[in-house]
């Protein structure tokens, strides 16, 4: 699945500092990528699963997209990444949902598992560094 890949350069001036463009991070991709997916996916839902359920399943993911474009526009990262965590715990939920419901097979399961499981990481690492980058932030402000 081809990925669109934004021309231009890959930070921009922000205040006194740079800020990477939401469009060229990997999170941002990988989730892109994901809504793409489910709206596919949600396309070839039975028609009593397609509207509800499917429909909060592809809202969902496009929270997600949301908040990383959010996020990265914050001085203060970590509210909107924590967000984002939330909003990303949901979509397993419906992934397995979907499949104990049969609306997905257990190859599409897979296929958004692993979707899933590549970017929980980048989650992580994200909130991760984030609070790292706080705390050196306040332990220089403090000497």
């Known amino acids: 699945m081809a990925i669109h890949r934004p021309e231009g350069p890959r930070i ?28 596919r996916l949600r396309v070839g839902f039975p028609k009593t699963i397609k509207h509800d359920l499917g429909s909060q399943f592809f809202e969902s993911a496009v929270r997600c ?11 203060n990262k970590i509210r909107y990444i924590q967000i984002l965590n939330l909003e990303f715990e949901t979509l397993w939920l419906f992934s397995r949902l979907l499949y104990d419901l049969k609306a997905i097979s257990q190859g599409e399961f897979q296929v958004l598992s692993k979707m899933l499981s590549e970017i929980g990481p980048q989650i992580q690492a994200w909130l991760k560094w984030e609070r790292q980058n706080k705390k050196s932030k306040h332990t220089a402000s403090t000497k």
């Open 12 to 39: 921009k001036k922000i205040g006194g500092g740079y800020l990477a463009r939401y469009q060229h991070l990997p999170l941002y991709q990988s989730c892109y990528g994901l809504c793409l997916h489910v709206y």
């Open 65 to 75: 997209v949301k908040a990383i474009v959010v996020a990265n526009g914050q001085e």
